[in-house]
């Protein structure tokens, strides 16, 4: 079994949708948790960093953390088709050394916006 | 100008030929990582570096080997291509106290 599990899509939504995006896992020291969009042919860029459970709201992007569930989700409002790309989850564990850790990504699930 | 960049972006090569793949980056970090990406299986890790004196083995280091030039450069090599190792590979670099990596625009690499 994977650490991080992430449904791969692709997932079709119309403009203006909510949309949901979701990532369990299974390592309970992970504390930190990112989204990353990713455009055809481009790296991943950071879209949302968050630590521990809760939600965090930036723009049109919601990320929120359940850690009892080990369940993490990322949500869009107002979809637009610029929103289209693929979305992976990434996640680290808490540190000793107060030094960062390696992360752990999703495979990333794959979303379209239509017209 | 790009954070990060990475030469070259694209690279068509035969089995058994020396690859090399560069990164550059300008964002004064010190830890830098190198993935390969395929359809299904996301990002993975192949080598990843916390200072010039440091290198460790990622989850799959089999087939490649690193070398880190100085605090910006940090440079993948392929001694001996194979065509499974077609991918798309990605440089990233973080800082020493946050986790958020950063990435390069990809090279993609065939190998014939």
């Known amino acids: 079994q994977k650490e991080v599990e992430q449904d791969p899509g692709p997932l079709s939504v119309p403009e203006g949708a909510i949309v949901s995006l979701n990532c369990t896992y299974s390592?309970?020291?992970?504390?930190?948790f990112m989204w990353y969009r990713q455009y055809s042919r481009k790296g991943p860029e950071l879209l949302m960093y968050?630590?521990?459970?809760g939600n965090k709201e930036d723009g049109r992007f919601t990320a929120q953390v359940d850690k009892s569930s080990k369940y993490i989700s990322l949500f869009i409002r107002d979809s637009q088709p610029s929103d289209s790309a693929t979305y992976l989850c990434?996640?680290?564990?808490?540190?000793?050394?107060?030094?960062?850790?390696?992360?752990?990504f999703g495979t990333g699930t794959r979303l379209q916006v239509t017209l | 100008d790009a954070d990060v960049t990475q030469t070259p972006r694209n690279r068509i090569t035969k089995t058994g030929k020396r690859i090399m793949l560069e990164c550059s980056q300008t964002?004064?970090?010190?830890?830098m990582y190198w993935y390969r990406q395929d359809p299904g299986l996301g990002l993975r890790l192949i080598y990843y570096?916390?200072?010039?004196?440091?290198?460790n083995k990622g989850e799959i280091s089999d087939g490649y080997s690193v070398s880190r030039q100085a605090q910006a450069k940090f440079s993948l090599s392929l001694e001996s291509a194979i065509p499974n190792q077609t991918a798309l590979y990605f440089c990233?670099?973080?800082?020493?106290?946050?986790?958020?990596?950063?990435f390069g625009p990809g090279t993609r690499l065939t190998v014939l």
């Open positions: 390592n309970s020291a992970f504390q930190y």
């Open positions: 570096s916390f200072d010039v004196k440091d290198i």
């Open positions: 990434a996640m680290s564990a808490a540190r000793n050394t107060g030094t960062a850790s390696k992360l752990t």
């Open positions: 964002k004064g970090h010190d830890r």
């Open positions: 968050t630590y521990s459970s």
């Open positions: 990233a670099t973080s800082d020493l106290y946050r986790d958020t990596q950063y």
